[in-house]
């Protein structure tokens, strides 16, 4: 080695320092925006926590914040959208 020692952080850790859910941050791991998990067993994961310090210090950095796609409401459960319908066909009373 290089005289440097990898320091790795388990789940517990990132989240102090990066306090985002999980499914976000899994997101954006697959989107290459965030640094990759490292799988120590098939139960077991961590970070290099100097690449998240990296991930840290570049989101400060940078003036533009990270955007969520909208949701596509057409896929809700309950009232979904229909793109395309005329009030009419929604059933909406209000008059033009």
């Not at 952080?9 to 499914?23: A, G, N």
């Not at 965030?34 to 970070?47: G, N």
């Not at 100097?50 to 989101?59: L, M, P």
């Not at 395309?84 to 209000?94: E, K, T, V, Y």
């Amino acid at each position: 080695m290089n005289g440097k020692t990898k320091r790795l952080i388990r789940r517990e850790v990132l989240h102090v320092k990066v306090p985002m859910s999980d499914s976000q941050i899994y997101s954006l791991e697959k989107e290459g925006k965030f640094p990759a998990r490292i799988q120590l067993s098939p139960r077991c994961v961590a970070w290099d926590e100097a690449e998240v310090d990296a991930w840290i210090e570049a989101r400060k950095a940078d003036p533009e914040p990270l955007k969520a796609a909208p949701p596509d409401v057409s896929l809700r459960k309950t009232r979904p959208v229909r793109h395309g319908a005329s009030a009419a066909q929604r059933g909406d009373n209000a008059k033009d």
